[in-house]
């Protein structure tokens, strides 16, 4: 875990560099509108809680976002860049709320009012984020989850990119709030029937829940990336791992494999390398970890031969219309796989349909996004519904 935050110095070298930018490009471009110009400030008075505090009213995973957000919020805006390199914001905001974590600075307050009762469907960052905005102004709420750990798709991100324990922590000091009743393994099937059963209205938070497929034969040969990530240690005895994908999920297969100790890992994808829909922290992740990757290739099929896979792979390109297509004769057999990982990453499962007391939330309408934009949507939906309770 140690590596994952700055150490003083470089913290306090990332705090020099910021440029006091009056318009606060960086506080615009957060999706929580959280405000870096505001909270780099205070830590360099020395005022770390302050600091914190100023994360903690816009973001309730203010520590979870700052170990995982991408760069292409608050570091894009950043003005620095045009001297030399963009402040590395989110690393900055990572160790002032680790420093909050391990000093308990950050406590929400109890509003005792008895309202109405909601309900928030999922517990991921959007379900998260409509919790507060609940809490905040003394409603009760009644979180649904259907699995047995909070958290949602922050429970895949490989452990040593987000430890479960700041996750459990960040969430936990929402859930000792005394207006917030978690119900876990418990599945809503019906967003009426919670209306039904007395609450005043409902958030529907419930991510992407259905896998995205390639729809040829021997695909139930690959296990998805959700089994995969869920439980990594329990494929390290593998010596050769296939991961099929060119995305985010892809590349934390790709890593997780590497990191249990695989020997071989094979990215396949679809389109050239800089087409890939990841960072490039990720591309060179994969570099210097020693992920093989081939581009420009489509698997067609998986089969079964003695204890092995094999694939059966054809070549892509681009027509003149800027579609991908197969190359014709181009299929190319590549067996001694030990397993193979379809990481396609997932869409939406249910039709949406918001209503004056039932909203939705997160990446079931924006589809798969962030942690920070997902609380942002969860915060946003939740005072939907309180302006459409009043009415
Ligand atoms: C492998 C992977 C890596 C990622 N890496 C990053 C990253 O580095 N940085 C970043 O910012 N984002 C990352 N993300 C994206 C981020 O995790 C998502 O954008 C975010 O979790 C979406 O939040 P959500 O609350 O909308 O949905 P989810 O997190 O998917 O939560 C939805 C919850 O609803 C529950 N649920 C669904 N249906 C029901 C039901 N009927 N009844 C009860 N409960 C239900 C689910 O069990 C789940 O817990 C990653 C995602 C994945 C999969």
């Known amino acids: 875990m140690k590596n994952l935050y700055l150490n003083k110095t470089q913290f306090n070298a990332e705090l020099e560099k910021c440029l006091k930018c009056p318009a606060k490009p960086c506080m615009k471009a957060c999706p929580v509108h959280c405000s870096p110009h505001d909270f780099i400030a205070a830590a360099q008075n020395n005022q770390m809680e302050k600091a914190a505090e100023s994360i903690a009213r816009q ?15 608050c570091m894009k805006a950043c003005l620095r860049s045009y001297v030399d390199y963009p402040i590395r914001i989110p690393a900055v905001q990572a160790y002032i ?5 391990e000093n308990k600075w950050i406590a929400y307050p109890v509003d005792r009012t ?13 379900g998260l984020g409509a919790v507060t905005e609940f809490v905040r102004q003394g409603y009760a709420v009644d979180v649904f989850e259907q699995d047995e750990r909070i ?12 430890p479960r324990e700041i996750l459990a922590y960040e969430w936990g000091l ?12 418990t599945k809503i099937n019906s967003y009426e029937a919670l209306l039904q059963d007395g609450f005043a209205g ?3 938070a419930v991510g992407e829940q259905k896998e995205r497929r390639l729809n040829i034969e021997g695909e139930n040969l690959a296990v998805s990336y959700v089994q995969y990530l869920r439980e990594p240690e329990k494929y390290a005895a593998d010596a050769r791992v296939a991961v099929i994908g060119g995305g985010a999920v892809a590349v934390d297969c790709a890593m997780s494999a590497k990191n249990a100790g695989v020997a071989t890992v094979e990215m396949f994808v679809r389109r050239r390398l800089d087409h890939m829909r990841i960072t490039q922290a990720e591309r060179q992740m994969l570099l210097s970890g020693g992920v093989d990757i081939t581009t420009m290739t489509r698997v067609a099929q998986i089969e079964k031969q003695n204890d092995k896979l094999v694939l059966y792979t054809i070549k892509t390109q681009f027509d003149e219309q800027g579609k991908l297509v197969d190359v014709e004769k181009t299929v190319v057999p590549r067996g001694g796989f030990d397993r193979v990982v379809l990481a396609l990453g997932s869409t939406r499962g249910e039709e949406i349909y918001n209503s004056a007391r039932i909203v939705f ?18 915060k946003n939906a939740a005072q939907i519904l ?4 009043k009415n």
């Open 174 to 185: 929402v859930q000792q709030n005394p207006l917030v009743t978690m119900h876990l393994k």
């Open 151 to 162: 958290g949602g798709a922050l429970n895949l991100i490989p452990y040593n990119r987000l």
């Open 59 to 73: 973001n309730v995973l203010g520590e979870v976002c700052g170990l995982i957000c991408p760069d292409h919020f």
């Open 361 to 378: 939330a997160g990446d079931v309408v924006q589809g798969g996004s962030t942690a920070v934009e997902a609380v942002a949507s969860g």
């Open 202 to 204: 409902v958030i529907a």
């Open 386 to 389: 309180l302006e459409n309770l």
């Open 97 to 101: 709320m680790k420093q909050a974590r």
């Open 114 to 126: 008895q309202k109405e009762k909601i309900a928030v469907v999922g517990s991921g960052p959007a």
